[in-house]
């Protein structure tokens, strides 16, 4: 049953970025290094804040208005997800260089399977997960936490118990050690309702879980639960996902506005403009979406969504106006206030692929496509709020007033060739030399 | 056109000939390049970019707003070109070791060479220098 013999029957790494989009920030910036950073000025919330931001009290969604009031001298950068996303596909591409095997669970947080390495990199499992977080902090100047554990639970634990800059080793001999001290709410995967459920059962440690039977578990518990306790007893039960995440299976584009509305045509409007920017961006890759997903974020952040697939794969908003008024009707209560709208265009196809049903109007369609590159390539040359369409006025009035000092210094700081659309793929370093 | 032929298999029945190619040469020896990219930056994952702004090195050829692609996590060696932190200023200046002991050499007579009193942190090594007319 639970026990095990060998220390490491499989060798998996979490890495763990340490406060990621302002560590990035902090990197391309090394003034910043040692400041309290915090990113989404743009959104006027603390999208990320930096570990010295943190430890004034600083989180993760507090106003940035109150930030300010913690700390005077808080740095408050716009979010800069070009410069981020480089960061993070770098950070896969140099775990790649130690093994094949390497799962990008989320922009800052990945995987590693190393079982069976030892002989290649010439050491310990340990020391080869030491080796990729030297390799990873020296070359993207970024803090990195490891944890190097049995199965993906377990390190995912590992990485969890020092932070930053944290290295946490869980072999087979300290797996019990460690369960010991940690509580099961604090388990990977185990929400408040399971962790409610088994504590009515005695269960207050990870440990007390693992410990459990398996007929116990299986008879109190679904099979991510019974999947869980075996992870945590060092057996593999999800294995890495390793590939490759690919660029724009979705695009979306979310906003959020202020004040508050509780306006249908404002809300609405805000709504269309999101449609038109992730409609601009598709055709710019020549891509068109087969399902639409629209989503309300309330002002207690509550977010209500809805889906519709198109007969027909768009990337026109004169088109997805009709599906968009109709869910919209459906989600938008007017005694609700609202804050922010989204749309994601998914199931992506080259556009080419979107050709005229048999009893479409081709003229009408070959009509439209005319618009929309007449609209595109006024938008290139005066700017994207030359044009858009009435439903979105509104919205663009506001947002262009208050998006001033919002723009990434990237986005500014442009090299000779570059354009407001298209820099070269690698992050700027922002100081005078 | 070279041709294929069943020889001294008496089992297998002959059916004739095939016409193969050779391809064209010109695709094969293009197998042998490398494309700008991966010449210019071989390193991708620790490359940067970073722009000049002062002439301390204008005698070693980099200019105000010239371009530099700088590798970051390298150990420099001794007449690297370096960007470095030096007692809390950035610069770009040579790497020299003197006896063991690091100093920042400009090049540029109105400069004068930097011996760090407190501290000195390499930012990266420069790779290479970009100027686009």
């Not at chain 1, 962790?195 to 578990?217: H, Q």
């Not at chain 1, 099979?223 to 995440?245: F, I």
């Not at chain 1, 081709?362 to 938008?379: C, F, K, T």
Request: proline fraction near 6%; charged fraction near 25%; charge should be positive.
């Amino acid at each position: 049953m639970p026990g095990l013999v060998r220390s490491w029957p499989r060798a998996i790494i979490h890495v763990d970025c340490d406060a990621f989009f302002a560590s990035c920030e902090q990197a391309v910036n090394p003034k910043l290094k040692g400041k309290p950073v915090v990113t989404g000025k743009e959104r006027n919330i603390v999208a990320a804040a930096s570990y010295e931001a943190k430890a004034l009290g600083i989180k993760r969604g507090v106003a940035l208005w109150d930030a300010k009031k913690m700390c005077p001298d808080l740095v408050v950068l716009p979010s800069d997800y070009e410069t981020y996303s480089l960061f993070s596909k770098r950070m896969f591409q140099i775990m790649r260089r130690f093994t094949p095997s390497v799962e990008e669970y989320s922009i800052d947080e990945g995987f590693a399977e190393i079982t069976g390495l030892r002989r290649v990199h010439h050491c310990s499992y340990p020391e080869i997960a030491k080796q990729l977080q030297n390799t990873l902090t020296s070359e993207l100047g970024i803090g990195i936490t490891v944890g190097v554990s049995l199965t993906k639970t377990l390190a995912k634990i590992a990485s969890k118990k020092q932070k930053p800059k944290g290295f946490t080793v869980i072999s087979g001999q300290e797996r019990e050690m460690v369960l010991r001290e940690l509580p099961i709410e604090d388990v990977w995967n185990v929400g408040p309702n399971t962790s409610e459920l088994l504590k009515r059962f005695g269960i207050v440690t990870a440990l007390d879980f693992a410990n459990k039977p398996e007929e116990f578990v299986r008879k109190i518990l679904t099979k991510p639960g019974v999947e869980t306790w075996n992870e945590l007893n060092g057996r593999v039960m999800w294995e890495l996902e390793t590939a490759e995440k690919e660029e724009y299976q979705t695009i979306s584009k979310t906003k959020t506005f202020t004040p508050p509305s509780s306006d249908k045509d404002v809300v609405f409007a805000q709504l269309m403009k999101n449609v038109e920017a992730a409609c601009m961006k598709a055709r710019r890759y020549h891509q068109s979406a087969k399902k639409i997903i629209i989503f309300l974020r309330r002002n207690d952040h509550k977010a209500f969504g809805l889906e519709a697939k198109l007969l027909r794969p768009s990337s026109y908003p004169t088109e997805l106006i009709s599906p968009v008024r109709e869910m919209y009707g459906h989600l938008f209560n007017s005694k609700e206030l609202y804050r922010s709208t989204g749309v994601i265009m998914a199931d992506l196809v080259p556009a080419s692929h979107s050709q005229t049903s048999l009893f479409e109007e081709p003229n009408r369609i070959q009509d439209m496509q005319r618009v929309y590159e007449a609209i595109d390539s006024l938008r290139d040359k005066y700017g994207k709020y030359a044009v858009y369409h009435a439903a979105s006025m509104s919205a663009q009035k506001t947002q262009h007033l208050s998006s001033r000092g919002d723009v990434p210094v990237r986005k500014d700081l442009l090299l000779k060739g570059e354009t407001k659309r298209q820099r070269l793929p690698l992050p700027l370093i922002q100081i005078t030399i | 056109m070279a041709t294929s032929m069943a020889i001294n298999l008496p089992t297998l029945p002959f059916r004739g000939t095939v016409a193969a190619s050779w391809g064209s040469p010109a695709e094969e020896e293009l197998l042998d390049t490398i494309s700008f990219d991966d010449w210019i930056n071989p390193n991708k994952e620790s490359s940067f970019l970073i722009k000049v702004s002062s002439d301390a090195m204008i005698d070693a050829g980099i200019h105000p707003d010239d371009v530099l692609i700088v590798e970051r996590g390298k150990k420099p060696k001794s007449g690297d070109v370096v960007i470095a932190e030096v007692d809390n200023e950035w610069v770009l200046r040579y790497y020299q070791l003197d006896n063991g002991k690091p100093f920042l050499l400009p090049a540029n007579g109105r400069y004068e060479e930097l011996i760090p009193h407190t501290t000195l942190v390499l930012i990266g090594v420069v790779k290479a220098c970009i100027r686009k007319y």
